[in-house]
């Protein structure tokens, strides 16, 4: 309860929240497609498990990364919303056993990547969180969806503590 309350003609979409959803959601299905690409020329029959691995685990980077827009993860920290840590892992706890539970494999046409494949995988969703955090830096610098400071409206119905 920090920030000042967004103005009431201002949409949730605003200061950059749609841009960003649209450049992620290209983003992750930018790299389930090259790591569906590079699984399909290495060992085909992963590439499916894969593919659904990148799109999981980049999700909850994105979650992770995404709880605001211009504040670190690294500075708010995990333990700032502990029920959204908790579902995160509890949604990685899930995914290594669709992955690694034979009887999960079968149900759920997955199957056990190597550790090779589980690393290309895990890259792909680190780099999704880099490139949101790298994002907020930019934000925090005001180098991309700056407030506007000028606008005497904004400054007297919602002064700044």
Same mark, same amino acid.
């Given at each position: 309860?920090?920030?000042?309350? =967004?103005?009431?003609?201002?949409?949730?979409?605003?200061?950059?929240?749609?841009?960003?959803?649209?450049? /992620? %959601?290209?983003?992750?299905?930018?790299?389930?497609?090259?790591?569906?690409?590079?699984?399909?020329?290495?060992?085909?029959?992963? $590439?499916?498990?894969?593919?659904?691995?990148?799109?999981?685990?980049?999700?909850? $980077?994105?979650?992770?990364?995404?709880?605001?827009?211009?504040?670190? #993860?690294?500075?708010?920290?995990?333990?700032?919303?502990?029920? #959204?840590? %908790?579902?995160? #892992?509890?949604?990685?706890?899930?995914?290594?056993?669709?992955?690694?539970?034979?009887? #999960?494999?079968?149900?759920?046409?997955?199957?056990?990547?190597?550790?090779? +494949?589980?690393?290309?995988?895990?890259?792909?969703?680190?780099? /999704?969180?880099?490139?949101?955090? %790298?994002?907020? !830096?930019?934000?925090? =610098? +005001? !180098?991309?969806?700056?407030?506007?400071?000028?606008? +005497?409206?904004?400054? =007297?119905?919602?002064?700044?503590?």
């Amino acid at each position: 309860m920090r920030r000042r309350p =967004r103005r009431p003609d201002e949409s949730i979409f605003a200061g950059g929240l749609s841009a960003r959803i649209v450049w /992620v %959601g290209v983003l992750i299905a930018v790299l389930a497609l090259l790591v569906h690409a590079w699984a399909t020329q290495t060992n085909e029959p992963a $590439a499916q498990t894969m593919t659904f691995t990148v799109i999981t685990l980049a999700q909850m $980077a994105f979650v992770l990364a995404a709880r605001s827009l211009s504040q670190s #993860l690294f500075t708010q920290g995990l333990h700032s919303n502990p029920a #959204l840590t %908790g579902a995160a #892992l509890l949604t990685l706890g899930l995914q290594i056993a669709l992955i690694y539970v034979p009887a #999960l494999n079968g149900v759920f046409r997955t199957r056990p990547l190597t550790l090779t +494949e589980l690393g290309v995988c895990t890259a792909a969703a680190v780099f /999704v969180f880099a490139a949101v955090e %790298g994002e907020k !830096w930019l934000v925090r =610098r +005001e !180098w991309i969806f700056a407030r506007r400071t000028g606008d +005497e409206s904004l400054t =007297r119905a919602h002064p700044r503590p």
